[in-house]
C-alpha cells in the first residue's frame, strides 16, 4: 500500500500470499479512486424537505438516540430493524451485534443473498466447508467449471487452472453463457437454467452403468450410494436431455471424462444455487466428485468454499451475541433477508418504526427490490451508514459516512484461500468521517448504556484501543499474533492442504453422506440428492414470460460497488442486457437497441446487446446495476428462498422484454 501526503496512491499484490501470487484485479486497483473519490459521503446529512443537508455529528448522533429511546419505550427493541449484510468483513463487525445487544435487541435478519444454499449442501454432505489450497488446484488431471466464470470473477484462480493445463489437464466448462472462462476450454456444454441437477444425474447414471466409480472410496466412506445408485438408475437419459437441452453425445462425453480422468477437481459457481432446487442442485453435481472418490486427495477436491480460516468462530453467527428470550415475550425476531421487502411489510405486534442499515445496500441488492423500496419508505425513521448516495441511501433520513478499509485496521480471514490477514490502516479516516466502532462507541454513550458494559462491548475510539481489543481475540490461537500479522499473512492453525485428507467428516455417521436424514429433517428435501424443477423453471416460448433472466457478477463491480467511478465507467460506462441473436431478430431487436425488460414485479429499460453463443431463451442482466441507473435486476426478481439454506433464489426469474 502507497500513500503520500495522507492519500492512499497505489497497491501492490501481497507477495507472501501464495493464493494471490500475481496483479490485482481492475476492482483491487480501482479501490485507489474509490478512497479518493469526490463523492464520497464525508459528512453526516439529514433528509430536509427530500433534499440532503449536512449536519453535525452531535445534531446526529442526538436524533438518532432520542428515536432509538422513542421506539424501545413505546413499541419495543423490535420495532427497529438492524439490517446489515457483506460490505466489509472483519472482527471488529461484531461491535455492532453488541450495541444492538446492549439496546435490548432488534429486528434482525437471517440467511444470506450470496451462497448459503450451497454451503449448506456441502455441510450436510461433509460435515464442513473447506477445499484443498488453491495452489494444489495445478496437480489436477481434469478441472470442470460448472456455473462459474473465474476468468472474470477470480482471476487469481485463473493462474493454477492455466498451470494445470500447461501441464496437460483437460478443462471442461458448463454454463448457459459463453464466457472468458469458456474460451479456454476444451470442451463446452451450455444447459439451460436451473437445470444442472438433471445433467448431473444423468452422468451419475452412466458412470454407475459404466463401472466407472470408485467402489474401494465409497464402501470406506460413504453413506448412502445403494440408495443413491437405485435413484439414479430410474432416470431415462432420453428425457434428462430434453430436460436439460444437453444432447445425449455431449452428456456421455462429459461421463467418459469424469470417469476416466483423475484427480478430478469439480469447481461450481453461485449461480445455479440461487434458484429454488439450489441446495438439491449443488448435492447433485457434488455427488460426481463422491462416486468417482475425487474428495481427500491432491488435485481432487469439490471446489466450493473453504472456510478452514474462519477460525473466529463465533462472529460466524451473529445472532448469538443477543441475550436469550425473556419470560415475558419474545426477546428477538428475524425475518428472511430473501423477502426483506414483504416481510417487513408484514410485521406487526409491532410493526417496524426504524430501520438502521450497514454494510449493505438492500434496496438494490435484495430480491424484489420495488417492494424493498416500499418498505423502507413506510418507516417512519432510517439511518443507513455508506460511503456513497446509493440507493439505500438516498432512502435514509439520516445518513452516517463510513469508513474505507484503509481508514481502520482489522482483523479478515477469507471463504476461499487459508490465510488470516491483518487489514492495517493506513490514513486517517477522510472528511468527519468515523469508523463504525466510533459511531457505537458514542450513540452507546448518548443513550446512556452502562460503562462497564460499553467497555466490555466496544473499544474505546483510538487506534491503540482497536489494536488491544483486536490482540484480545487472537488469545485462543497463540501461533497468530497482531504482531506477526503486521509482517503478512499467516496460515490457519491445522490447516489441511489437502481437504478430508484423513478421511474426517463431521457429519452425524462419521461418513460422506450421499443419503442424509439431517437434509430431511431440516429442510424438507428428498435425502438422497435429487432433481427438482424451479418454481418459475423452463418454460414453453408461448408461456406468458419465456425468457429466464440470470444476473451474474462481472469483473468491473463487486455487486452494486464500483459501478459509479469513473474508471470503471470509462470501460462499462452504461447498463445492458445480453440476449439471443435468434431471439432478438424474431422481436425485430438490433444491437444497442434499447428494450424494455417486464414482468408481473416491474420493469426496466436497457440497452440491448446481441450474442448468438448465449442460450436461446435466456437474457443476462449483470448484478448490482442501481436503480438511479434505471436497470436494477432486482425490480424484476421475486423475494423467495433456496430450498436449503435460506438462501435467495434470484436466478428463478422469468421475464419478457420488447423492443422500445
Known amino acids: 500500500m502507497w500513500t503520500d501526503d495522507g492519500k492512499v496512491i497505489n497497491i501492490d499484490p501481497q507477495p507472501l500470499n501464495r493464493a494471490t501470487p500475481e496483479g490485482i484485479c481492475l476492482k483491487g486497483l480501482s479501490y485507489v479512486e474509490r478512497v479518493n473519490s469526490p463523492e464520497r459521503i464525508l459528512h453526516p446529512l439529514k433528509k430536509i424537505n427530500g433534499d440532503f443537508i449536512q449536519i453535525s455529528w452531535e445534531e446526529a448522533l442526538t436524533e438518532i438516540s432520542e428515536k432509538l429511546g422513542y421506539y424501545k419505550k413505546n413499541f419495543s427493541p423490535q420495532s427497529v430493524l438492524f439490517y446489515y449484510a457483506s460490505g466489509m468483513s472483519g472482527l471488529l463487525n461484531s461491535v455492532s451485534i453488541n450495541f444492538w445487544r446492549m439496546y435490548g435487541g432488534a429486528t434482525t435478519v437471517y440467511g444470506n443473498l450470496c451462497w448459503p444454499a450451497g454451503l449448506e449442501a456441502s455441510r450436510l454432505t461433509f460435515g464442513e466447508n473447506k477445499h484443498n489450497v488453491p495452489w494444489d488446484l495445478e496437480n489436477a488431471k481434469l478441472i470442470v467449471v460448472w456455473g462459474k466464470n473465474p476468468a472474470e470473477s477470480n482471476i487469481q484462480q485463473m493462474i493454477p487452472i492455466e498451470k494445470a493445463q500447461s501441464k496437460g489437464a483437460k478443462l471442461i466448462y458448463i454454463d448457459p453463457r459463453r464466457t472468458a472462462s469458456s474460451e479456454r476450454a476444451d470442451l463446452l456444454i451450455q444447459p439451460a437454467p436451473g437445470t444442472d441437477g438433471i445433467l448431473a444425474l444423468a452422468v451419475a447414471k452412466i458412470l454407475i452403468e459404466n463401472n466407472q466409480v470408485d467402489h474401494e472410496f ?35 462425453k462429459l461421463a467418459q471424462n469424469i470417469g476416466t480422468i483423475k484427480p478430478m477437481t469439480l469447481i461450481p459457481g453461485y449461480g445455479m444455487q440461487r434458484y429454488t432446487n439450489g441446495g438439491q442442485t449443488t448435492r447433485c453435481l457434488m455427488a460426481l466428485s463422491i462416486i468417482t472418490g475425487n474428495i481427500g486427495k491432491s488435485g481432487a477436491c469439490w471446489h466450493y468454499a473453504d472456510l478452514q480460516s474462519d477460525i473466529f468462530s463465533n462472529v460466524k453467527e451473529p445472532l448469538n451475541y443477543f441475550p436469550p428470550e425473556k419470560p415475558d415475550g419474545i ?34 441488492q435484495n430480491p424484489d427490490s420495488n417492494k424493498v423500496k416500499e418498505a423502507f419508505r413506510k418507516l417512519e425513521f432510517s439511518v443507513v451508514v ?94 497468530i499474533t497482531l504482531e506477526k500479522l503486521k509482517l503478512g499473512p499467516i496460515l490457519t492453525p491445522s490447516l489441511q492442504e489437502i481437504a478430508f485428507s484423513d478421511y474426517i467428516f463431521k457429519t452425524p455417521s462419521g461418513k460422506i453422506e450421499l443419503y442424509s436424514e439431517t437434509a430431511q429433517t431440516n429442510w424438507g428435501v428428498n435425502p438422497l440428492p435429487s432433481y427438482e424443477k424451479t418454481v418459475e423453471g423452463k418454460q414453453n416460448s408461448d408461456q406468458k414470460y419465456p425468457f429466464n433472466l ?92 433456496t430450498d436449503m439454506g435460506h438462501g435467495s433464489a434470484f436466478h428463478d426469474n422469468r421475464v419478457d422484454y420488447e423492443k422500445l
Open 550 to 641: 440470470m444476473s451474474p457478477n462481472t469483473k468491473n463491480r463487486i455487486h452494486s460497488q464500483f459501478g459509479n467511478l469513473e474508471s470503471i465507467k470509462a470501460i462499462d460506462p452504461e447498463p445492458f442486457a445480453t440476449i439471443n441473436s435468434g431471439d432478438a431478430f424474431k422481436k425485430g431487436i438490433q444491437n444497442n437497441d434499447r428494450i424494455r425488460v417486464f414482468n408481473d414485479r416491474g420493469e426496466l429499460t436497457i440497452k440491448a446487446r446481441t450474442d448468438a453463443s448465449l442460450r436461446p431463451g435466456n437474457i443476462v442482466i449483470i448484478n448490482g446495476y442501481w436503480h438511479q441507473e434505471g436497470s436494477c435486476p432486482n425490480s424484476l426478481s421475486k423475494g423467495r428462498e
Open 331 to 364: 426477546f428477538r425476531r428475524e425475518i428472511a433477508t430473501a423477502r426483506l421487502g414483504e416481510d417487513m411489510l408484514g410485521l406487526s405486534n409491532p410493526e417496524l418504526k426504524m430501520a438502521w442499515v450497514e454494510r449493505g445496500n438492500p434496496v438494490t
Open 218 to 252: 465409497i464402501d470406506k466412506y460413504v453413506l448412502g450410494f445403494d440408495a443413491f445408485k437405485e435413484s439414479v438408475l430410474k432416470i431415462d437419459i432420453e428425457e434428462a436431455s430434453k430436460e436439460c437441452g444437453v444432447s445425449i453425445e455431449f452428456i456421455q
Open 386 to 479: 455508506e460511503q456513497f448516495m446509493t440507493d439505500t441511501a438516498r432512502e435514509a433520513d439520516i445518513i452516517l459516512p463510513a469508513k474505507t478499509m484503509f481508514e481502520q485496521s482489522d482483523i479478515i480471514s477469507s471463504y476461499w484461500n487459508p490465510y488470516v490477514q491483518l487489514r492495517q490502516k493506513v490514513i486517517e479516516p477522510m472528511g468527519e468521517i468515523k469508523p463504525e466502532t466510533e459511531i457505537y462507541y458514542l450513540l452507546a454513550k448518548k443513550m446512556g448504556f452502562d460503562d462497564s458494559e460499553i467497555v466490555k462491548n466496544i473499544p474505546y475510539p483510538s487506534d491503540e484501543a482497536i489494536e488491544n481489543w483486536l490482540s484480545e481475540k487472537l488469545k485462543p490461537f497463540p501461533s
